[in-house]
């Protein structure tokens, strides 16, 4: 039989690609999945179902309201997801700067001033950090106002905290409890924490 000629043969030709619904739709999916994708995230089966049934140019299945409510559902979770890599990203960052050690105050409620004021630690006291046996040795301070003086290959640079000092010198995040100790007039070495658990077992005693 002759196949059918004219405007006639356009008319009967079966409907083929997405309809303009099914383009957004699919366009939401790749976005989804793109972001799940960059968050760290499992892509879910349903969806990547979704994805290869309107990339397959599925018209019937664009039709189904399901498909609006679930790409709600993870428009929802993608939000939620993006916000929990923020505050996780801020708090890295936070801990790779030593930012999240600020103020006078340090571990165990001890501030290097209260050290000073109980006569455990001068302004005079040459202070030595070192993280590890074959890191170089930088030489330091304690000021009046219970602040760092560091001394690196830039010159001598004030800090707020032991720890933020020793972890900028260090390029890296240290407690600076732990990496800062004290040159005593004996020769000796006496750590920074050593001198806070004394301080801390004076208060308790009294």
Same mark, same amino acid.
């Given at each position: 039989?002759?196949?059918?000629?004219?405007?006639?043969?356009?008319?009967?030709?079966?409907?083929?690609?997405?309809?303009?619904?099914?383009?957004?739709?699919?366009?939401?999916?790749?976005?989804?999945?793109?972001?799940?994708?960059?968050?760290?995230?499992?892509?879910?089966?349903?969806?990547?179902?979704?994805?290869?049934?309107?990339?397959?140019?599925?018209? +019937?299945? *664009? #039709?189904?309201?399901?498909?609006?409510?679930?790409?709600?559902?993870? $428009?929802? &979770?993608?939000? =939620? !997801?993006?916000?929990?890599?923020?505050?996780?990203?801020?708090?890295?960052?936070?801990?790779?700067?030593? +930012?999240? *050690? #600020?103020?006078?105050?340090?571990?165990?409620?001890?501030?290097?001033? $209260?050290? &000073?004021?109980? =006569? !455990?630690?001068?302004?005079?006291?040459?202070?030595?950090?070192?993280?590890?046996?074959?890191?170089?040795?930088?030489?330091?301070?304690?000021?009046?106002?219970?602040?760092?003086?560091?001394?690196?290959?830039?010159?001598?640079?004030?800090?707020?905290?032991?720890?933020?000092?020793?972890?900028?010198?260090?390029?890296?995040?240290?407690?600076?409890?732990?990496?800062?100790?004290?040159?005593?007039?004996?020769?000796?070495?006496?750590?920074?924490?050593?001198?806070?658990?004394?301080?801390?077992?004076?208060?308790?005693?009294?």
């Amino acid at each position: 039989m002759a196949r059918p000629r004219g405007s006639n043969a356009v008319a009967c030709a079966p409907a083929k690609g997405l309809s303009s619904e099914g383009k957004q739709q699919l366009q939401v999916v790749n976005k989804a999945v793109e972001q799940l994708t960059k968050l760290g995230v499992e892509i879910p089966s349903d969806l990547r179902s979704l994805k290869l049934r309107l990339s397959a140019n599925d018209v +019937a299945s *664009v #039709s189904n309201p399901q498909i609006t409510m679930h790409l709600t559902g993870v $428009e929802s &979770l993608i939000d =939620g !997801l993006r916000e929990l890599s923020q505050a996780a990203r801020a708090l890295r960052e936070k801990l790779k700067t030593g +930012a999240i *050690v #600020s103020g006078a105050k340090k571990h165990y409620g001890v501030a290097l001033e $209260e050290l &000073l004021d109980a =006569g !455990l630690l001068s302004t005079d006291d040459r202070l030595e950090l070192q993280w590890t046996r074959g890191s170089g040795v930088f030489e330091g301070k304690v000021l009046g106002d219970g602040t760092v003086s560091a001394k690196s290959a830039g010159g001598w640079k004030q800090y707020d905290s032991l720890s933020t000092a020793a972890s900028e010198i260090a390029g890296r995040p240290l407690n600076g409890w732990d990496c800062w100790r004290r040159t005593n007039a004996d020769g000796k070495r006496t750590s920074l924490k050593e001198i806070r658990a004394e301080y801390l077992n004076q208060e308790n005693d009294s």
